[in-house]
């Protein structure tokens, strides 16, 4: 695994003491997304796709606060759109790493380059760079030229400055074992980023491209091509080894949509960020409200072709930590 030492630990601590206090929703990781605007038009993603009115909408840095303080939660992926366009975004970051936050700043890496100096090293802090492929494929599926250069120079110059990076790879039914072999060899080997995490393609009802997102077999029989003959343990990959399972098919979860809530400018999300029942003002509000056991697949429809890390890697998180044969599996992945 790519996950540090001092996280991993935090992260044990926190779920045994929510175990032990009986809490029984409580948040992994909160998917917090400060504005939807984005300078780039991906086609698998639909978060530009909102009015201009909702574009111009910006969480402020004592919203995002006061969010991650109310649910508690030790970690936060900072998304979007483009977190790199917010004007506040780096006194945001700042905020939650006060209060030692683990913070993930998701970017498509164009601006990266650019806003770096606004921001420090911290053991806390790491970048979560967009890469999708190789050039021909990257570039494919962010719908402009030239975007993966620059994202290939943006990792090498944070690195170079001593920031912690993962990437981020989305696949779809576009991909091939060998593509996706081919771009996390690249990552792990050439450009040696600090961790890799790997998903399906989420199904976004704005997605202009509705065509190319993978179904529960296929995605099972993609990654176990795609993973097979060791490669799980030579790659640095940020997930538990019962989560490659899952996406191999070698194991099943119900989803866990509260273990990584969505909170953006329209509040928190119901039930999760691919699906929208509707928006809280609060994280209680989100908590006891939502009738959790009426999602994941078997249980809405609308959940049927879903294996999205945000239901499902919580659910092989909980599995690992209530197995000592499974942590001690994740302990030696580490």
Not at 61 to 67: F, K, L, P, R
Request: charged share 25%; hydrophobic share 35%; net charge neutral.
């Amino acid at each position: 695994m790519g996950l540090p030492l001092r996280q991993s630990t935090r992260m044990g601590a926190y779920i045994l003491k929510n175990k032990l206090s009986g809490r029984k929703y409580y948040p992994l990781l909160v998917e917090m997304e400060p504005l939807f605007a984005c300078n780039l038009a991906c086609p698998g993603c639909g978060k530009i796709q909102h009015p201009p009115e909702i574009l111009r909408k910006r969480l402020s840095v004592s919203d995002c606060v006061e969010a991650m303080e109310e649910c508690g939660a030790p970690m936060v992926s900072i998304a979007g759109g483009e977190p790199l366009l917010h004007p506040q975004i780096e006194e945001i970051v700042e905020a939650l790493l006060a209060r030692k936050k683990f913070v993930y700043l998701c970017t498509n890496g164009v601006l990266l380059r650019r806003k770096v100096n606004k921001f420090k090293p911290s053991p806390y802090f790491s970048w979560a760079v967009h890469v999708d492929g190789l050039r021909e494929r990257h570039d494919i599926a962010v719908a402009r030229e030239g975007v993966f250069e620059e994202v290939v120079e943006a990792i090498r110059e944070v690195r170079r400055r001593g920031f912690r990076v993962t990437t981020n790879s989305t696949f779809f039914s576009t991909d091939t074992p060998e593509s996706i072999r081919g771009v996390l060899d690249f990552l792990n080997d050439e450009l040696e980023v600090d961790s890799l995490m790997i998903s399906p393609g989420y199904a976004y009802e704005k997605a202009p491209d509705q065509e190319h997102f993978l179904a529960v077999e296929q995605t099972r029989k993609l990654f176990s091509e795609a993973l097979a003959d060791g490669r799980r343990k030579r790659w640095r990959l940020n997930h538990t080894p019962l989560f490659l399972d899952f996406l191999e098919g070698k194991v099943d979860f119900q989803c866990t949509p509260w273990g990584i809530p969505s909170y953006s400018v329209f509040g928190w999300q119901r039930p999760c960020y691919l699906m929208s029942d509707g928006y809280c003002d609060t994280y209680r509000e989100l908590i006891e409200t939502t009738d959790w056991d009426s999602y994941g697949r078997g249980r809405d429809e609308r959940c049927a072709g879903c294996m999205a890390h945000c239901g499902y890697e919580p659910s092989a998180v909980f599995a690992t930590m209530g197995s000592l044969r499974q942590s001690l599996r994740a302990a030696v992945s580490r």
